[in-house]
């Protein structure tokens, strides 16, 4: 029996410092007792949401003053099940059962995670049990062995996102590992430990910085192993950390600078630096033995052994020394010299054997000038025996995925050798039986759905099922299926890493470029929930205010008002409007909100989605709103004063202002619920769900939906309209919906998951070989699409409504595809780049438009202008966006809005350069034009000619964070602030 809610706070902290999970994602299912979460959070590892039968105004509100909000959360909740994924939580702290099932509590806990739960005067600790089918990562390479082929068969084809985190926390360069339900990167000389199953930080440490080891680019320098992760730290001196903490446990005295960290299977730790190998017990840090060794490289180790190469022609050397030494003893078991050995970069061992990946001689430009010379050297691979470092065979025009067949890439699987192959369509698989490594004895095709399998700087990784590589395609190793849902796709990757299968589940991290429209950052992807899903369902709650609005008030018809982001339904960021005739700061407010500068809130202030601490403002009915996106927590301002009228806090972040209708602010909330709340007092109408179920996932250091809705909704022609999702090929698809404001009813809602990788582009974009299609099937190889968002708030298209590049019929939600589309339409016959705000995680920037009329305002950041196009009605438009080619990259036409100055401007002003010429703000009012540069700097130039009329300095402005009323702009401020500009 769970205890109930007298149970003592300090029973129940004591009960949490007790456990051995440390921090991650810690669920109270209790009540809301403010003072309880609070104080399991202040160590700074845990984030915590409460689950609480009753209200929880009160705790929000106490966090708040906190400076908690965000990392301490609440919701009132009495189903029978729990609003989280499968395998999310670290901590399940059971205060009130309430009818919920055990099988329903490990459920949502990660394995390896514990839930505790008060029995009588006793606590009962239950670690939920690792599947034996699951696998980890704990080195580079998956093991000592180097064969990058993972034993677990849980992960699959990915159909979910388990987390998402930014890009700019670990970078693209960085090595993960993983061992007993956590992550440990090592990325810029620091090693960073999170939980495995939802992404939150636990600590960092710093390491001894790389470019001291005398290595340019950083290696694999990181091992883990149950509650111990080894490093060289940054004193110089190479210890055991624990794991949970980051706190040492052990040193490793007279370890030197090891360039090579290594654990095996008997728990040897392998150290090698330029000068010898170490080999120590890992438990009690006792030197096992030493040996000589010469800047080392291609260090495996199997069957008892360790095999390391001396010599490399990248230094000079003309061979190179191949050596296996006993593992325990460190005694010399035999030595071999081979020309080829100097120009091995990897290997892998299996079956008593070891495979080398050989790379072309570091002369090769001279030494390939004669042909018998290069017919000699050009393989890639050599299979050696381990027991006698006998060679065995050359293998010799072996396939690789590798963007410039810079690497090649062999493993042992099921006692086989498999490489990669060319075959007639494209790339596959060749298979080696031991007995003969002379030629494959099959060969098939794989990596072949939908991608012609080139060009990726990453190589493949296997499982004991499924080969991996490109973007997310999987080749069924026994059946031969050909699977891809792509996502995301691996990362261009120093250390050969672009997926790490772990977990269940599949590892990737940022990318600097884009093959298709997807997402981005250090994302876990996941197949299939494995649990029951609940129905897809859509209910309506109502609140105090249903009915209850002021259907006079203030709106969408306001001419006078700012009702909605972007102002109106194009989201045209302009409004006929007087513009002010000064820059004066009417009134300043600052908003009180979380601390950005340390622990998870750092994290926060990179989110792709939110346009900072603030959103952009909307103004109608005398009144200011914004979000506060990371406190969840909408707000509204008396426009006259900036004085707080009243604020309400929702179940997840905000990511967008509301849209005012008729006495109603609406928003979406990436709980992925709709809510909307009388405009006067801020007390609920109404809310809705979008996303299909209640399971919520981890998005930038806080628990959402894994369908969130975007905050912004659209007001059309007395509709509503929201976008709710990451990526069309993510939990199920995109979710657009209608809804009529006033009530909430649904009109229709519709599934966007298609973004046209199935179907080739039209003419003339469709490049592919019409005489040989199955070498080139797939377009999106050969065409990078710019500006091609994978989602994005919902915009009058036309008559349409369009989400990215997909159109819904506004009346009937018919969905058309429009993937050559770049640009969108206005009333009056504007064509507006579909980039013209910010929004979602897309790697290239684009920066802002505003349109007034048939003008439209925008930068050609290459070449550094604003400038304004004047659209004919009628005139002919080319209205495709689809790659930046060659040329016109050289011309600086890199964005859709470089077409349109490229088409002809009105006029056109020099910016400060590329930089300034990606404004924070754009709005254009009635003959003038309001421009925010990314410094602070705020302009207002004449709409006839782009001259500069007035100027004033504030901090950068939040993105898209500025609205016109009647003379006066009203803004919001990177640093969460709310200013009113105009005259005094």
Known sequence: MAADAATPSAEVLAAVAQSPIKGGLCVVLGPADAALAREIARPGSF?????????????????HAARLSGRVTAETWSAKHLPFMDDLVSLLVVLERRGVEEAELLRVARPGGELLEREGQAWKRTIKPRPETMDEWSQWRHGPDRNSVSRDSLVDVPKRVQWLFSSSVVLEAADMVTANGRVFIQDRDTLLARDAFNGLPLWKAALFPHKEL?????????????????????????????????????????????????????????????????????????????????????????????????????????AGDLSARDALTGKLVWKKTYDWARRADLASYGESRIV???????????????????????????????????????????????????????????????????????????QYNTADFSKPFDVFQANYGGDRGWGHCYPPVLTEKFYINGQLHFTDLYTRTQTVNAITRGACHILRTGYVPANGMLYTFPKHCVCFPMLNGNIA????????????????????????????????????????????????????VAAPTALDVRWST???????????????????????????????????????????????????????????????????????????????????????????????????????????ISTYGQIESATPCAGAVLLSRGLAYVSAGLHPNSDGGVRVACLRPEDGELVWLKKFDDLGFDSPWPEPFDPRVKDKPGLASDPWRTIRPSEYRHFDLPVRDGDAIAVSRCTFDAQSGA?????????????????????????????????????????VFSTSPRQAVFFRVDFVPGAKFDGNWVEVKHEQFKAGLTHASSKLFAGGAKWSVATAGETASYPRALVALRARVFFAEPGGTVTLRDAADGKELLRTKLEPLAWDGAAAVSGRIIATTSTGRVVCLGAR
């Open 356 to 430: 080398f990946e050989v790379r072309r001689p570091a002369d090769w430009k001279e030494t390939w000038l004669e042909a018998a010379r290069k017919k000699a050297d050009n393989f890639q691979l050599v299979v050696v025996d381990a027991k006698t470092g006998a060679e065995e065979q050359r293998l010799f025009g072996v396939g690789s995925t590798a963007r410039h067949g810079e690497f090649t890439t062999a493993f042992w699987h099921k006692g086989q050798l498999l490489t990669e192959a060319r075959t007639p369509k494209g790339f596959g698989i060749a």
């Open 525 to 576: 992807l996941a197949p299939a929930t494995r649990s029951a899903v609940p129905p897809e369902s859509h209910p309506l709650e109502r609140g105090p205010a249903f009915g209850a609005a002021d259907a006079g008030a203030s709106g969408a018809d306001d001419a006078e008002a700012w009702p909605m982001f972007r102002h109106d339904e194009f989201r045209s960021a302009g409004a006929d």
């Open 214 to 318: 005398g290595i340019a680019k950083p290696p694999a320098l990181v091992v883990a192993k149950g509650e111990r992760v080894f490093g060289l730290l940054a004193g110089g001196r190479f210890h055991a950390l624990d794991a949970a903490t980051g706190r040492p446990v052990l040193e490793f005295a007279d370890a030197g600078k090891p360039s090579t960290v290594m654990l095996l299977e008997d728990g040897v730790l392998l150290l090698g630096d330029d000068e010898a190998l170490r080999a120590y017990d890992a438990g009690t840090a006792r030197l096992l033995w030493r040996e000589t060794a010469a800047r080392a490289h291609t260090i495996v180790a199997g069957g008892g052994a360790v095999y390391y190469i001396e010599g490399n022609d990248r230094e000079g050397a003309k």
């Open 815 to 855: 969905v058309e595809l429009r993937k050559t589309s770049g640009y969108y339409t206005t009333a009056a016959g504007a064509k507006v780049p579909r980039t013209a705000w910010r929004y979602t995680d897309v790697q290239s920037r684009s920066p802002l438009a505003a349109s007034l009329g048939a003008s």
């Open 47 to 63: 984030a915590v949401h409460v689950l609480a039968a009753g209200d929880v105004t009160a705790a929000r509100e106490a966090w």
């Open 590 to 696: 600052e908003i009180a909100g979380p601390d950005y500068r340390s622990g998870i809130g750092a994290e926060w202030a990179d989110n792709p989605w939110t346009a900072g601490p603030l959103s952009a403002p909307v103004v109608a009915g005398g009144r200011v709103f914004v979000a506060q996106s990371d406190t969840h927590r909408l707000l509204a301002l008396d426009a006259a004063t900036g004085k707080e009228r009243w604020h309400f806090t929702a179940g997840g972040r905000l990511d967008g202002p509301p849209a005012v209708h008729r006495g109603l602010a609406i928003f979406g909330c990436r709980d992925g619920w709709v809510y909307a709340l009388r405009a006067a007092d801020g007390v609920l109408a109404w809310r809705r769900r979008i996303a299909p179920d209640d399971r919520r």
